[in-house]
């Protein structure tokens, strides 16, 4: 199966604290970065994910932010430091590629935000992912 999200990083899951509507799943990355998705106690259960299962964490680009400089106390439980590997700007948008920790990531964001935080080819960032927008696939 194809997909069209960009965003597919591959690890494993460390710990899944399950309520009864939805779980919180922690999930090592293959490059030793922790990524939190919040799902269902349902897909759990169908998709048995347990501690030890391999997965992928997929999230659209249009889900990713950035952040230069420090992040401050927000939310958002994942914050992926990386470096821009390159900006492709268009009309309205651009799409910023972040190399981080065994893996590269893609984030859809305004031309204006590229501007505002002068994001270029070697910027440090940092990518917030909120952990409601994680989902997670096993094979």
Do not use: H
């Amino acid at each position: 199966m194809s997909l069209s999200i960009r965003n597919q990083l591959s690890g494993t899951v460390a710990s899944v604290e399950a309520g009864q509507a939805m779980a919180v799943v922690r999930v090592r990355l293959d490059g030793g970065q922790d990524l939190t998705a919040a799902i269902t106690a349902d897909a759990v259960r169908e998709l048995g994910i347990a501690a030890g299962t391999p997965v992928r964490a997929l999230v659209k680009s249009t889900e990713v932010a950035l952040a230069t400089g420090q992040v401050g106390a927000v939310s958002i439980r994942n914050r992926l430091p990386g470096t821009v590997t390159g900006v492709t700007a268009g009309g309205a948008m651009a799409d910023v590629r972040v190399a981080v920790a065994g893996a590269e990531l893609a984030a859809a964001v305004t031309r204006d935000a590229v501007a505002d935080l002068a994001l270029a080819e070697g910027s440090e960032v940092v990518a917030l992912i909120k952990s409601t927008e994680v989902s997670l696939a096993v094979d």
